[in-house]
């Protein structure tokens, strides 16, 4: 029995997934970092979304 995420939610959580991915793709950080990054984004999507917020790389840095 897994978690489903789905509706309203769903359509948040797909929107700020791919929020995190482009704004991932213009950050300055360095290209296996940007790969790691969307993997972790990509496999786990709630959770690597979190830790993207807290510890991903600034687009302006």
Do not use: D
Not at 6 to 14: A, I
Not at 23 to 45: E, Y
């Amino acid at each position: 029995m897994g978690i489903e995420v789905g509706g309203l939610l769903g359509l948040v959580l797909l929107i700020a997934v791919i929020w995190a991915i482009v704004s991932t793709v213009q950050s300055r950080a360095g290209t296996g970092t940007k790969v790691l990054w969307i993997v972790l984004i990509v496999l786990l999507p709630l959770i690597g979304f979190i830790l993207w917020l807290l510890l991903g790389p600034k687009a302006g840095r």
